[in-house]
């Protein structure tokens, strides 16, 4: 199993110094991934519900700072030399698709082959409003056609594609991607539509788990393996070749749905046994949340996890 990490986009550890010393001493401590979350603007007022909290409640604070993703990535990319970068996930209807193909192509050069794009629909409608996006109600097949037409410019040489959103030819695109075909796409949401998404459009089926809102205890996780496998085999496609990384984010960490621990939490032997039981239902990657205020707190962590946990796995 490959190990990662969320980095911090807002607050005080989301500044050049902190960020730097973020990203390196996870580069030094082994982990495989990096990933940042995606908000463009905050709505003043919100009626869409965060589908990971109990309450609904967004998880940043009034102001809605939010450093821009994928500007975040490419600037670590540059003081690093290994670690994965992840957006995760990438709210896809939220960019121009052809200028986000060139974004997300150069991000892949200019790191020499280190991206991991996580992608994902979307939940809140007036950020969708506020960007002048598509309409929300058709995120999927906007999410559909917008992957669509990353491949076809990341891998044609004569890229073409006519969709109800997307239409171009004509057209050079380049550089292409370091990796080939194109760089592996996680395909992020806990819904039967987000899993036969993954295995039509991605390299891996990308949940969150671990969360009160969305426990993902191991029977719901094997029965939504199986279903993926299933829909893997309508499509003939070989399910081993979609991968299962799932995160583990630290929302809601004072509610509970039961008594029972919070799963990736606790002592280190608890957590390489959380490890050890998710590994033997297919998860191939996993994503720890050790986002602070506190930058020592944050390395502390991110030590923690290396030498206690990870290195017992």
């Keep these: 199993m490959n190990f990662g990490f969320y980095l911090p986009s807002h607050g005080l550890t ?69 670690i994965r970068l992840v957006p995760s996930v990438m709210i896809v209807p939220y960019r121009n698709p052809v200028l986000t193909a060139k974004i997300l192509a150069t991000l892949d050069v200019l790191s020499e082959g280190r991206l991991t794009l996580g992608v994902g629909v979307g939940w809140a409608e007036e950020e969708f409003e506020a ?15 917008y992957l669509e037409t990353f491949k076809e410019l990341w891998t044609s040489d004569n890229p073409t594609y006519h969709g109800k959103y997307v239409n171009l030819s004509n057209i050079e695109f380049s550089p292409k991607p370091v990796q080939k075909p194109h760089p592996p796409i996680w395909v992020g949401g806990q819904s039967r539509p987000a899993i036969r998404r993954a295995v039509e459009h991605g390299n891996a089926w990308h949940p969150v788990g671990a969360t009160p809102a969305t426990p993902l205890e191991p029977t719901k996780l094997a029965a939504d393996i199986a279903y993926m496998h299933t829909h893997a085999g309508r499509i003939d496609r070989d399910p081993s070749e979609v991968g299962v990384a799932m995160k583990a984010p630290l929302y809601d960490t ?27 239902l297919g998860v191939t990657d996993l994503i720890f949340d050790v986002r602070s205020p506190d930058l020592n707190q944050t390395l502390e962590q991110l030590a923690w996890l290396s030498e206690d946990v990870i290195s017992q796995v």
């Design 14 to 82: 989301a500044r050049r110094g902190p960020l730097i010393e973020i990203a390196r001493d996870g580069e030094r401590h082994g982990f495989h991934y990096m990933v940042v979350d995606d908000h463009i603007i905050a709505p003043k007022v919100m009626s869409s519900p965060y589908p990971y909290s109990i309450g609904g409640d967004v998880p940043w604070e009034d102001d809605g700072e939010h450093l821009e993703q994928l500007a975040e990535l490419t600037f670590l990319a540059a003081v690093t030399e290994r």
């Design 254 to 280: 004072d509610q509970s749905t039961s008594k029972e621990r919070r799963r990736f939490s606790g002592e280190p032997q608890q957590i390489t046994e959380d490890i050890n039981t998710y590994a033997d």
């Design 131 to 145: 960007l002048d996006a598509p309409p929300f109600a058709d995120r999927g097949l906007v999410t559909n056609e």
